[in-house]
């Protein structure tokens, strides 16, 4: 009979079925409180809440400002499944004071998330977007080319309100007029703004 490696333990050892199993009560629990942040899967979207390094630091520090009584606050996460890649990165955007920050976590060469500095950062074109184009509408997500793609996936605090909406860049056409996937789109063309 063929056995794969993974398969193989050792008697007092959990097995893999067992070892995922934990690993998934883990990462619920990682999400109990009121940090939605913290939550994988909100409103059937994949973040990867609590399953990475990078998403952690993120959602920890997204998390922290709201104790802090911070009431907007937003996180992009621009990931690729893996986790580590140099290629991922997620923002952090709020507003303190009637002043706007960012700051984003980014892996570096050697596949470890390293922070940027806070910085000041007018993101209040991108509210207005979201509450005059997107607030109220239905979410309807896009059919996909491919899977395990690029996503970008945002969160975003109003207040107690909450948002998350997530989609794969590469998607078909006639889904770019969806109001959720045209504030994807004006958030990614503002990221990669210089």
Known sequence: MPIK???????????SEEQ???RWREIEKYGD????FKKNGFNG????AGIVEIDKLAENFACNLRETEIDTVMLVKLISDNGS???EIEYIFWYENGQGFKTAFKNNKKHKPTQTEIEKYDWEDILIYYNQNVKGTELKFPQYFISHWTNLIVQLYQGEEFYSYGMQLAIKKEDEELPNVKFVRYIEQRLNEK
Do not use: A
Request: with cysteine.
């Open 45 to 48: 979207v994949f973040n990867r």
């Open 33 to 36: 409180g009121n940090c939605n």
């Open 5 to 15: 490696c993974n398969y193989l333990t050792q008697e007092n050892n959990l097995s």
């Open 20 to 22: 995922s199993e934990q």
């Open 85 to 87: 890649s140099p290629n």
